[in-house]
T-cell receptor, first 111, second 113 residues
Framework: LAKTTQPISMDSYEGQEVNITCSHNNIATNDYITWYQQFPSQGPRFIIQGYKTKVTNEVASLFIPADRKSSTLSLPRVSLSDTAVYYCLPGGFCGNEKLTFGTGTRLTIIP | ETGVTQSPTHLIKTRGQQVTLRCSSQSGHNTVSWYQQALGQGPQFIFQYYREEENGRGNFPPRFSGLQFPNYSSELNVNALELDDSALYLC????????????FGPGTRLTVL
């Protein structure tokens, strides 16, 4: 299983763009990269998923370099409601994958 | 929001007791996965059920067991509770389709005294 490394915590001010980088040096060829968001006492929520280059949806962008050994989640113009823990997971391309979560990045948005 | 529900919301038990947690999956999903999340940690995979059969298990002892029913709802049973079993227990439902993701319920907070 690919091991991931993310910053333990990050702080940002409201309205700024936040980038969270995750390293996954031994990602498998057929692994996608999936990011989840989790609020306290709630289940994780899917944010975005990609394989390479750039993916964008209504809430975030995901940048994956050609070697796929890292990925960066970009949250544009964050608000207080973006305060949460963010997890990066290799895999997750099929619905029945056994997800392997690390400790995630605790993002705190400051007013 | 996800359509996955869990019960109860909170539960307090004492060491040595047994507990059953329940999960109703989202409509159209035939797979349920269970995760344990200790405080300050990421969720850890316990096991998965697909069409009423266990379909993979994480590093958890046999006193953690489960069931899936014909309507794809599921139960997690834990026997001989230990203090370290105190955690948030999450279930996630999904299909097996490529490109699909897992949808998590709100969890059951179990406290073992």
């Amino acid at each position: 299983l690919a091991k991931t490394t993310q910053p333990i915590s990050m702080d940002s001010y409201e309205g700024q763009e936040v980038n969270i980088t995750c390293s996954h040096n031994n990602i498998a060829t057929n692994d996608y990269i999936t990011w989840y968001q989790q609020f306290p006492s709630q289940g994780p929520r899917f944010i975005i998923q990609g394989y390479k280059t750039k993916v964008t949806n209504e809430v975030a962008s995901l940048f994956i370099p050609a070697d796929r050994k890292s990925s960066t989640l970009s949250l544009p113009r964050v608000s207080l409601s973006d305060t949460a823990v963010y997890y990066c997971l290799p895999g997750g391309f099929c619905g029945n994958e056994k997800l392997t979560f690390g400790t995630g990045t605790r993002l705190t948005i400051i007013p | 929001e996800t359509g996955v529900t869990q019960s109860p919301t909170h539960l307090i038990k004492t060491r040595g007791q047994q507990v059953t947690l329940r999960c109703s999956s989202q409509s159209g999903h035939n797979t349920v996965s269970w995760y344990q999340q200790a405080l300050g940690q990421g969720p850890q995979f316990i096991f998965q059920y697909y069409r009423e059969e266990e379909n993979g298990r994480g590093n958890f002892p046999p006193r953690f067991s489960g069931l899936q029913f014909p309507n794809y709802s599921s139960e997690l049973n834990v026997n001989a509770l230990e203090l370290d079993d105190s955690a948030l227990y999450l279930c996630a439902s999904s299909s097996t389709r490529v490109g699909d993701t897992q949808y998590f319920g709100p969890g059951t907070r179990l406290t073992v005294l």
